[in-house]
């Protein structure tokens, strides 16, 4: 019944920014975490950010200082703002998020980051 949208990828020019959404509908009690991965073709998909319902945050190396990760407990969505992009960042962006004790995935969203 839970499903995870996300929305706001598309093309950028390298040193662009966006920002990505990703809404959670359905029946929900509490949300434990909500993330971003990330999959580049021929690599296996990678943890971006994270941020739990304490608010605590976790970003991967690659990502910090340039991506942000935040929520709107109101409206059970999180966000990436995704600033200073590189090609390297070029992948499909997925939502992940637990949700009363299950794990659920979005359907991923492109975003390209061209040089």
């Known amino acids: 019944q839970v499903r995870l949208v996300e929305s706001g990828g598309g093309l950028v020019q390298a040193g662009g920014s966006l920002r990505l959404s990703c809404a959670a509908s359905g029946s929900i009690f509490s949300i434990l975490v909500m993330s971003w991965y990330r999959q580049a073709p021929g690599k296996q998909r990678e943890l971006v950010a994270e941020i739990s319902s304490g608010g605590i945050t976790n970003y991967a190396d690659s990502v910090k200082g340039r991506f942000t990760i935040s929520t709107d407990s109101s409206k059970n969505t999180v966000y990436l703002q995704m600033n200073s992009l590189k090609p390297e960042d070029t992948g499909v962006y997925y939502c992940?998020?637990?949700?009363?004790?299950?794990?659920?995935w979005g359907q991923g969203t492109q975003v390209t980051v061209s040089s």
């Open positions: 992940y998020a637990v949700i009363d004790r299950r794990n659920y």
